[in-house]
């Protein structure tokens, strides 16, 4: 008997790897978690898929989202960069933009990526339009990219000024510099963004070069691996802008990975929600490492077409998320001053938190979580045992003591400071942004997720908490749920009303073609395809810009559009006239989706199966909280907080206050 296909999925985080299988036959779902190793994680990747019973000749389709971008970008562990420019902006990535943070009298900028001793110029220079002023001198780029591998240049970024009106020099730069210089990595800003803002662009192509080499060497490593073991299906790696792209496209567009585990939950959290019956949630994913934030309004993710990741600016369409170092593996530490700081330091998955036993010596989140009662002894069904004793021991040397208070204040004081961060980041999302989240629920998931949940809830005077199934992995299991993404954007600015309804489509013919190609060249059928159309417009005389819906109905019907989307964002609309600085594509290419079953069917017995002393933060005392394995909240059951349900891959901890019900969904639903 041949084995059964299978659709697989693995989210490799900083200090566990999850993975989800998918009978295609039947629609089975198996679920997997296992330690991160840090520095073999292809390794890890086989031991969770061997955890979910999965061989991989029985894998057909293999989704995965990983960390080792974004974790290489913020430890500047990268290629050594060199930068080509025009004439005069060799130091664009040190002067930045004019913008600094708000309310900082004094603030030093990051360090550049390239120091400038890499950075170089040539002569050729085009204008704002697109016309040539003065001709690329090719002599120059060979010597000039000469000189910086000389330097010590691994990779080399190419950013012409205007090149995203023009980008012919960047090209004829490429072939020179690639004929000159076989196997060298080189990147073209205009192959990535087609978008104006000259110091963003230089750092997009910088930021790709700094990458790639580093991805492409993981990707290769992790594709062979697989082969070696009888993978014989396609593979495919999750993009921050919520979508797929097959491992080929991958290799060429690093930076698309940077959040891609992150995007993947908040995607599989909008299609829960619509399933569910709900359009505006805030998605939360607390891991090992660090929290995760995004909205999803009206059933959709948040989108936006630019973001600042450590420090640094791209060009690159990505679902809005917000991150904090706030896990699990969160360290703990009194400072010189007597105050308790969590993280943003982590323990990560070697050692990890005291209780794991791998040598950790510095308390965590995690202790406090068992040290106060909220955590199990055992976790992920029994495959690992939290040591509450050492947990315990930790916390009073390093924080009671030095506080001066008993263990079960200072664990609890852990937690609290943890949640406080957590609470303020969301606060900055909603009430920052002028959203009320009172109309909003929380979906939580995560291995820490479900444990904070109703407390930030509480916080931010929110009302429903949703958990859905498989909650630790769903970041793995929100990958099932994607489809090949390709966006193609190019700045054109122009006011609307001086176009008729033809010419103002007309830029998309473009965008189109390319982005239509992409997915054809990924496999994608045109039939299964669906085109998404944007612009970016703002008020004459405004910096920022709103991107909004484009139909055909012309400059009035824009214009009503824009208005609309300008007062729900500030309050306000503004007289006068409007432009329109950039046109986008989205271009979706749905994948087959296995037939999901609707629920997780509970099947256990109806009541609580234990029960544990927990120190209640509200009384600031311990007492007998009733202990609920998931499976046993049967249909018609309602817990009342407070209370906890454990599953194979998270804790939910419900409050006083609080009930928690299982809809047909499968979710666990709480409200107050």
Known sequence: MSPRPLAASVDVGGTFTDVVTLDLADGTIVVGKQ????????????????????????????THGTTIGINTLLQRRGAKVGFLATRGFRDMLVLRTSSWPAFRLTWDAPSPIVPRSLSAEVDGRVRADGT??????????????????????????????????????????????RE???????????????????????????????????????FDRLEEGMVARGFDGRLLITSSDGGVMGVELARERALRTLVSGCAAGVAGAAVVARAGGWSDIIAIDMGGTSFDAALVRGGLPTMTPSAEIAGEHYLMPMLDLATIGAGGGSLASVDDVGALEV??????????????????????FTDAAVVTGLLPTTLIDGGMTLDAAAARTAIADRIAGPL????????AGILRVVEAKMARLLEEMTVGQG?????????????????????????????????????????AWGMQTLDVVQERSRTLIRNPEDFAPEDLVAPFGELVDEAVA?????????????????????????????????????STALRAAFDA?????????????????????????????????????????????????????????????PVWSRIDILEGIRVEGPAIVEEPTTTTVLPPGWTAVIDDKGNLVMSR
């Open 35 to 62: 330690p991160t190793v840090a520095e073999a994680p292809a390794e890890g990747i086989v031991a969770a898929l061997e955890s979910a019973d999965a061989a991989p000749e029985q894998i057909e389709r293999f």
């Open 518 to 554: 992409t997915l054809r060249a990924e496999g994608v059928d045109e039939s299964h395809s669906t085109l998404l159309r944007f612009v970016e417009m703002r008020y004459e005389g405004q910096e920022h810009t709103i991107l909004i819906p484009f139909d055909d109905g012309g």
């Open 180 to 218: 000159a210089f076989p196997g060298l990595e080189v990147v073209l800003s205009h192959e990535l963004t087609r978008r104006y803002r000259e110091f963003q662009r230089a750092s997009t192509a910088v930021g790709e070069a700094y990458l790639r080499p580093t991805m492409a060497r993981y």
């Open 565 to 625: 989307a300008h007062q729900s964002a500030f309050g306000f609309t503004v007289d006068g006239g409007t432009e329109i600085l950039t046109y986008l594509v989205r271009a979706i290419g749905e994948l087959p989706k296995p037939p999901f079953t609707a629920a997780q069917h509970a099947t256990g017995t109806g009541r609580a199966r234990t029960s544990r002393e927990v120190r209640d933060r509200s009384a600031g005392t311990r007492s007998t909280w």
């Open 435 to 475: 959203v009320d989240p009172r109309s909003f629920a929380i979906f939580a998931y995560g291995g820490g997720g479900p444990l904070v949940a109703a407390r930030l809830a509480e916080e931010l005077g929110i009302g429903t908490v949703v958990i859905p199934p498989h909650p630790g992995v769903f970041s």
């Open 343 to 364: 993280g943003p330091r982590s323990a990560g998955s070697t050692p990890g938190p005291v209780s794991y036993g791998r040598g950790g010596t510095e308390p965590t």
């Open 132 to 177: 040539v002023e003065t001709d690329l001198d090719l002599e120059q780029v060979v010597a000039r990219t000469r000189e910086l591998i000389g330097r010590g240049a691994e990779s080399i970024a190419v950013c012409f000024i205007n090149s995203y009106a023009y980008p012919e020099h960047e090209r004829r730069a490429g072939e020179a510099i």
């Open 404 to 411: 001066g208070i008993d263990v079960d204040a200072a664990a």
